[in-house]
């Protein structure tokens, strides 16, 4: 924090004098994972998994224990991170890419282009999954690979590591920001370009495993016995050979940010970079991914600051993906108050213990899949979460992959009644609200919504998520009146 | 038709010699009304409006007495117009503009980029409402105003045919293309650009009628007793009013129709045009615009060819907008069979009497507003008509200017049960499949789904409908086996 005490007005001066010789402020790399869920990270209390390299982020900065996407589903997640905007407000309701066609207004200004206003030299490397790309605009596009593509370099996060060395080392009187998104730990394509089915439900599906590896990466083979099954998670023979697989892509993932600190290291920028590690939503499992349960959108976020004091801190201050953007901008030295964003910069109590005033998130999903329109809107308090589903007459939509997935045909075929902590009925008929008593009930199952007891509760907190609402411009607010 | 016979390898002849002095193939006028439902047209059978200019060109060519729209939204419907693709596979899946922000594939090829390679000069004037730019080209736009600015030109109908007259002129050696598309008889904005309400359901909507009128056009003022109430609507004070004022912005719109066919007379271009006048959608009231109801999909379709044979002739094939592409390509020259479309080239049948083969059209309708998922599909032959109600556990979705009208509010403060020949109750929850015998029933209120009589006939309908949504590689074809 030193470091950057002398430069808070930094972007001012440089435009006053471009010719400054050395910029000091802290390059930024922004990793973000595809459906890496909070429970399947060894500093997250998994001790099955082995993410050594994660870890030792987490051991050298901060580890934010209530950190939470505000949609679970990768495009708008990702459209949030980049923007500091709802999805609701900035256009990206649903997935980018193939049919479902979403796209943010050509009026958002998204993080590359602030930061490359500021004086940054910015790339990215593997997905980016939001559009129009003239908004989301970095100077450089590393590597190779699209969403879905099978050739992308998103599968092998050591070689994405290899391909930013280069963008890293090459200019070094400015600072960078480095995206680095990798397509580990998504599920793998599920039908094949000529339109087969690879997976079918009979099957677990690879995770982007494949025989033979990848570059470089180092075998973490799991057997299904020594796996964690997560509480929303049916405990069986087809969760656990998932789960496995699930392992393995994050090991792999592991290596890739492993590499990358590797490269920060040897070339002596490790100390003044800030680094974040964070994914987009939740496990690929249903339950998790397009779910605003907890699974599904209370993450990992690693945040490893440059000039850290405190290392291994543990930060229980509640932050969600649209602090993101004001955040970097802050450490980038970009007045805050310049910028429109739903969040706020969370970067003065990053290392601060007993935080007051980071006790609340809300969260905005509208849609996955085109077809899959589920919009709810959630305020999560420390003690209570609520949900209000907004469409819920309608079954609630199962993204084509996670249908498919081995876990959920395994018990459609069995006709198991429950799937984890709930019933198959309950996860696909919800209430118009519900509420949850998270400390009591962490697998959020007993509704509250209809208990007297907590009608002041739950009046207050209608009232709160509605004046969130009506404050970030949400198309759906009219729900509240209409219907 | 004897001129175009021996143009029909127009095209290619033109790229072998480009030299060729003048181009004879037709010039094409598109006229595209918005929300004009066939009720309200004098030629369609209405003795209460007075449009003398619409019903002359019927006069002069061919009024089609089945022709209906794919979606009963404005740039869903002008999408499948412009490109002979269904919404739900080119990306227009509901409105263009503002926080709705649907955009057709980058890949789509449209009808004005298509003429232009043909060969035809192009151009629109009014309300284009799709988008991106690029997949809907014209080389010129005319006029000026926006989608929802009040100094669109789209009011004035008469300026806009005006401001057509150069490009009408000015190169006669080379056909042209033009676009026609009025912001007549659609509602009047019902929010200020300050966002404070300006029609709040307490009086009639303007439907853009403002105190002193419009250039050069004559006052057609309608009193609310002398309209003509369709069965869908309430007969009621409210509705009267309403339709009153409707009334008077279709007599606008059709005075600018007498002038720029007042101008291709003048100019010599009138016999060698091929006009087609059609409206996006059905009327803006609850119960037309938005449904697939009859009064929201069956709509008013004028044909006069170059050359026209048979004066008055009333064509009763049922055809559909993506047939609209096709059919102008054919009379442009271009060799249909090497374009993608869902439609067809009705060319050849527009002068034929007793036509077969052309006795079922699909409707397929997404969203309007984001906010507004219902997805529909629809199978509608001669004798009965099948209506998919996707998502039919949702209440049905309100359009903000439909819910906002006088016509609606009125009942609903009335507390009344019926509206139209429907019940209130009936029109908001609608069951899954609605299957309607409309020679028995045209309006569309005895659903005979549940009746084992018609079971066969739904049956059949439903496999003919899942059939259609697979070959047009429709993404909701997946709801007919998840839920």
Redesign the interface.
């Known amino acids: 924090m030193i470091l950057l005490q002398g430069l808070a007005k930094g972007p001012e001066r440089l435009q006053d004098d471009s010719r400054s010789p050395v910029d000091q402020r802290p390059n930024i790399v922004l990793i973000v994972a595809d459906d890496h869920g909070r429970e399947a990270v060894g500093c997250y209390g998994n001790t099955a998994i082995r993410t050594p390299h994660i870890d030792q982020l987490a051991a050298d900065g901060v580890r934010f224990s209530n950190a939470f996407c505000t949609a679970a589903s990768c495009s708008p997640s990702r459209s949030v991170v980049l923007t500091g905007i709802h999805n609701h407000a900035n256009?990206m309701?649903g997935l980018e890419h193939q049919?479902h066609?979403?796209?943010s207004?050509d009026t958002v200004h998204a993080l590359p282009v602030r930061l490359e206003q500021a004086g940054y030299r910015t790339a990215r490397i593997g997905k980016l999954h939001v559009a129009p790309e003239s908004v989301y605009r970095f100077q450089r596009v590393l590597g190779a690979g699209k969403v879905n593509d099978p050739a992308s370099i998103g599968r092998s996060p050591v070689e994405m590591a290899r391909g930013c060395y280069e963008f890293m080392t090459e200019e070094p009187a400015k600072p960078f920001f480095l995206y680095f998104a990798t397509d580990d730990p998504h599920r793998s394509n599920t039908i094949a370009p000529d339109g087969s089915p690879i997976f079918d439900g009979t099957k677990p599906n690879l995770f982007g495993n494949r025989p033979g590896g990848y570059p470089q990466v180092g075998d973490h083979f799991y057997q299904p016995r020594e796996v964690s099954v997560p509480a929303y998670l049916p405990d069986n023979r087809a969760s656990r050979m998932e789960l496995a697989q699930y392992y393995e892509a994050i090991s792999r993932l592991d290596q890739g940010v492993g590499r990358l600190v590797e490269y920060l290291k040897e070339t002596g920028q490790y100390d003044n970079t800030l680094i974040v590690y964070l994914s987009d939503n939740g496990a690929p499992f249903p339950g998790a991914k397009t779910n605003l349960y907890e699974p599904g959108m209370r993450l990992p976020c690693i945040v490893k600051l440059p000039g850290q004091h405190k290392r291994g801190f543990v930060q229980e201050a509640m932050i969600s993906w649209v602090d993101l953007m004001p955040t970097l901008l802050d450490f980038a030295g970009v007045d805050v108050n310049t910028i429109t964003t739903h969040g706020r910069s969370f970067r003065s109590i990053v290392e601060q213990a007993s935080v007051t005033g980071w006790d609340d998130v809300y969260a905005s999903h509208s849609l996955h899949?085109?077809?899959m329109?589920y919009?709810m809107r959630v305020l999560r308090e420390r003690r209570y979460k609520l949900i209000f589903n907004i469409?819920h007459?309608?079954?609630y939509?199962?993204a084509?992959d996670l249908?498919q997935s081995f876990t959920w045909q395994n018990g459609l075929k069995k006709g198991e009644i429950r799937y984890g902590k709930r019933t198959v009925a309950a996860y696909l008929h919800r209430p118009r609200f519900e509420l949850y008593d998270i400390l009591a009930d962490p697998d959020e199952v007993r509704n509250l919504a209809t208990d007297p007891k907590y009608r002041e509760v739950l009046t207050r907190m209608q009232a709160k998520l509605k004046q969130f609402q009506k404050q970030t411009q949400d198309?759906?607010v009219?729900?509240w009146e209409?219907?």
Do not use: C, D, N, Q
Request: aromatic share 26%.
């Open positions: 256009g309701y049919i066609h979403f796209r207004f899949e085109v077809t329109y919009p469409a007459e309608l079954t939509p199962m084509l249908y198309p759906w009219s729900k209409f219907e």
